[in-house]
């Protein structure tokens, strides 16, 4: 005799946001994992940039954590800063922000971030844009002298990019895409001594930056392969940004005609690779499907190429990945998959009708 089926009540059922995947490791381990994955960059800005670097660390890790705190006490929530992901937010804000930005201004963007792109929509997993981009895109908008000040690498000292703009300003100076935008890629080559010695800086690192995360394309790269090898993120998305990035870059941002430009400097300048490995691959804010995060990709490396092109910053990784962001739900919509046995049918336009 057959066990009688137990019948469920709609009081039993939990609903709660998507994306519904199930998986072996929680929500901490992998938040902590991609902390841990951003510590050789981390110390690296430290190790560049000094004591200017930890309190912009310090002054972001903490005002975000805090603020989570506050508000889940507010609204009589559970206490859930111990996940990681108010860290993570701190400080992947911290990474985009200069060193010497005043700790004011760095707080205002950490209680933005939690605050306003997090807990506004309803706290982790409901927020629609990057949390630590919007607290650099709204710092941007508030204070912009103080984030178009950026920092001298320690290790800077005596470079060519040093002595040639030290007469602005003895501790502050001009990044590489901001050479680029107001003096040209020849003036920028010249800078660092040839095209072999930009490349192995920009690869390498000990760089004037606009961010903290900036100066390495080595470790940013190294920080993504291990977390393409967890399966934490998609290889996809990093490969279409920054290939989007590079293609473009070398058919239109030439001086001398189509096909001209300098892929390879593009792709390894400003934020790009933080952004395309660490931004643009977050869970929450970007498609599910894999066709969604490629078109997703190509999107941020289009817009991100036109604002450094013909825009008035310097740099567009921040803004191409909010902006995409706002198209998710579409792009999600747009790729949903196809249910098992089912097919089209073609008298009546419906989707999905049972196979007989």
């Known amino acids: 005799m057959s066990k009688p089926v137990e019948k469920i009540s709609v009081e039993n059922l939990v609903v709660s946001a998507s994306p519904h995947i199930r998986g072996s490791e929680s929500i901490s381990v992998i938040m902590w994992t991609v902390n841990l994955t951003l510590?050789?960059?981390?110390i690296q800005a430290v190790f560049n940039f000094g004591v200017a670097s930890l309190i912009t660390l310090g002054v972001s890790i903490l005002g975000a954590v805090l603020t989570e705190a506050l508000i889940q006490l507010w609204q009589k929530k559970a206490i859930t800063i111990y996940d990681g992901s108010a860290f993570l937010t701190g400080l992947l804000l911290a990474l985009c922000l200069p060193p010497n930005l005043p700790w004011g201004m760095t707080l205002f963007g950490a209680i933005s971030s939690i605050g306003i792109a997090k807990h506004m929509f309803g706290g982790l997993g409901n927020n629609v844009f990057n949390p630590a981009l919007i607290g650099r895109a709204i710092i941007m908008a508030s204070f912009p002298a103080a984030m178009t000040t950026w920092g001298i690498s320690i290790l800077s000292a005596?470079?060519?990019?040093?002595s040639t703009f030290m007469h602005i300003d003895a501790i502050t100076s001009a990044t590489p895409l901001e050479i680029l935008k107001h003096q040209g890629y020849d003036h920028l080559v010249n800078v660092f001594g040839g095209k072999l010695e930009l490349y192995k800086t920009m690869f390498f690192g000990n760089k004037t930056?606009?961010?903290?995360?900036?100066?390495?394309?080595?470790?940013t790269i190294l920080g993504g392969l291990f977390l393409?090898?967890?399966?934490?993120?998609?290889?996809?998305?990093?490969?279409?940004?920054v290939g989007t990035v590079g293609l473009l870059t070398w058919i239109f941002s030439g001086s001398h005609g189509l096909f001209t430009g300098d892929p390879i400097f593009h792709m390894m300048a400003g934020g790009l690779l933080l952004g395309a490995f660490f931004m643009a691959t977050d869970m929450v804010t970007t498609p599910i499907s894999i066709p969604g995060k490629i078109v997703f990709a190509f999107g941020c490396g289009s817009i991100t190429t036109?604002?450094?092109?013909?825009?008035?910053?310097?740099?567009?990784?921040?803004y191409s990945i909010l902006l995409m962001n706002t198209l998710t739900p579409l792009i999600d919509r747009m790729f949903v998959p196809k249910k098992f046995g089912?097919?089209?049918?073609?008298?009546r336009g419906v989707k999905n009708v049972p196979r007989k």
């Open 228 to 241: 393409i090898w967890k399966g934490y993120i998609k290889w996809q998305v990093p490969v279409v940004m």
């Open 306 to 318: 036109l604002i450094r092109m013909v825009g008035g910053y310097p740099e567009g990784v921040c």
């Open 158 to 162: 005596g470079h060519p990019i040093t």
């Open 209 to 219: 930056a606009c961010g903290l995360g900036e100066t390495s394309a080595f470790l």
């Open 342 to 347: 089912t097919l089209k049918d073609p008298r």
């Open 39 to 42: 510590l050789p960059l981390t």
